[in-house]
């Protein structure tokens, strides 16, 4: 090889050394505990810029349960921040979160773009991990992408050493009358994150483990089982008359039968991946005593699905055939939110009366109360359109401010809890051990960007003439 040749060769790997370091060290993102923002990326949808700012929070004694929040914001094309537009909707798929919307409210979900020859949009997971077996994500019930959305919940499988990474995609469509349609689908957008090192299994205790499992147990453990629900809902069936307000106070029982045996089925995938599930006794009685409650998702969705048929069958009758509107299920929302308010209100006075709770008691309060909010809309809807008393819009009122009023005192109390970002880095926050073994490009890393900085602008000829081929080759 002649001598300029050479040249020339050496400068195209000194490039691609560069291009490789700079895409390993800048572009993951270490997970601390506490919560860490990743970089924002961008969706370009018709004239906006949707910028798009995912955070992951952590909790030190609970490592293996994340929570995945989202900063969404909308650019118009002066580059000013703007409220998202009124005809965009973007929708974010978990699991079967999207059928089970609109099977709930009688929804036909369409997949056609409407342009002739043009397939139909096959709908995959928005949220997904590589490498698989690392981070699974939980059941999540909100379909709609946008700034205030609630956290996806996510479970650690496999605390592995190297680079993970998170993958994003939304869809694009509307909701309209009784259907909701999908467009098309955005780019997906990637970040690589590093999970943070948890205490090595050899230095928790059996006793410790079991411990905190039962504790995490007996937090999820539901109240009745199936087969309490399948007797209730036979009883209602036969009915003559069956008040419209027991069928959508037994969809609202079934809503949280199914969060409970989904988080036990996650706490039992937990257990499994511990290092020590064999060598604690108790964890496997404890996997024994979560099989004897589980039940397969889609019997209890079969019953929500009953559910919907006899409240559809029941609202249509003639006369009084559709029953009185649910006020009994309202109202009980009404008191039980009224009663958590006044308890949080104490908190807010004197935060030290949570020390007498659970660690996670108002991480578990803030996503009940959610989940409360949307039973509650779906009870206000049926009673709208059955009865316009001026009492259930008084009630619905007082509802949404101790509603309000209990998510700002929550968010105070523990800014973790939101999907909002935190613009000041918690100082006390663990960080990730030394002992971690990093690549050891990152080593190195910084002596050959000085080495590869310091020739970089006399070769940029070189860099411009490759450009200039490949626009020719285009």
Not at 340 to 361: A, Q, S, V
Not at 434 to 442: A, Q
Request: with cysteine; proline share 5%.
């Amino acid at each position: 090889m002649d001598l300029p040749a050479k040249r020339y060769f050496n400068h195209i790997i000194n490039l691609l050394i560069f291009i490789f370091i700079s895409t390993c060290v800048f572009s993951q993102d270490n997970l601390n505990f506490g919560t860490t923002n990743l970089a924002s990326k961008q969706l370009k949808i018709d004239k906006y810029d949707c910028k798009i700012s995912p955070s992951f929070s952590i909790n030190e004694e609970n490592p293996e349960n994340l929570k995945l929040s989202f900063n969404v914001v909308w650019i118009d094309k002066k580059g000013s921040q703007v409220q998202q537009p009124d005809k965009i909707s973007l929708f974010i798929k978990v699991n079967s979160n999207i059928e089970e919307y609109c099977s709930s409210n009688g929804k036909k979900l369409s997949t056609k773009p409407g342009l002739f020859g043009k397939k139909n949009i096959q709908l995959t997971n928005s949220i997904s991990f590589t490498p698989a077996g690392a981070i699974d994500v939980a059941q999540y019930s909100n379909i709609h992408f946008r700034n205030d959305m609630s956290p996806v919940l996510l479970n650690v499988l496999n605390f592995i050493n190297s680079p993970v990474t998170f993958n994003l995609q939304v869809y694009i469509g509307k909701e309209k009358g009784n259907s909701l349609e999908i467009d098309e689908k955005g780019d997906v957008l990637s970040w690589k994150i590093i999970l943070p090192e948890v205490k090595p299994d050899d230095e928790v205790s059996c006793a410790d483990l079991e411990n905190k499992y039962n504790q995490r147990f007996t937090e999820n453990k539901p109240r009745f089982l199936l087969g309490y629900f399948e007797t209730k809902l036979m009883e209602l069936e036969s009915s003559k008359d069956t008040p419209i307000a027991k069928l959508y106070e037994l969809k609202s029982n079934l809503f949280q039968y199914k969060s409970n045996v989904n988080s036990l089925v996650s706490l039992r995938e937990n257990i499994k991946n511990n290092p020590n599930y064999k060598k604690c006794d108790q964890l496997p009685i404890l996997i024994g005593s979560i099989n004897s409650i589980t039940v397969d998702i889609s019997a209890i969705q079969n019953l929500i699905n009953r559910v919907n048929i006899a409240i559809q069958s029941n609202s249509s009758g003639s006369g009084s055939g559709g029953g009185e509107p649910p006020f009994e299920a309202f109202l009980s929302n009404n008191i039980f939110c009224e009663n958590t308010f006044d308890h949080l209100y104490n908190f807010k006075i004197d935060p030290g009366l949570l020390n007498d709770h659970e660690p996670n008691y108002l991480y578990d309060l803030y996503f009940k109360l959610k989940n409360l909010k949307v039973s509650q809309d779906s009870l206000y809807d049926v009673i709208k359109s059955t009865d316009e008393s001026p009492a259930y819009k008084r009630a619905y009122k007082n509802f949404n401010a101790n509603y309000n009023e209990s998510i700002i005192i929550i968010e105070t109390l523990d800014p973790d809890v939101t999907n909002t970002e935190n613009t000041e880095q918690d100082e006390t926050s663990p960080r990730v051990s030394k002992k971690r073994s990093f690549p050891y490009i990152w080593i190195i890393a910084p002596i050959l960007l000085i080495l590869i900085a310091f020739g970089v602008f006399k070769y940029m000829k070189y860099i411009k003439k490759g450009k200039s081929l490949k626009d020719k080759i285009k």
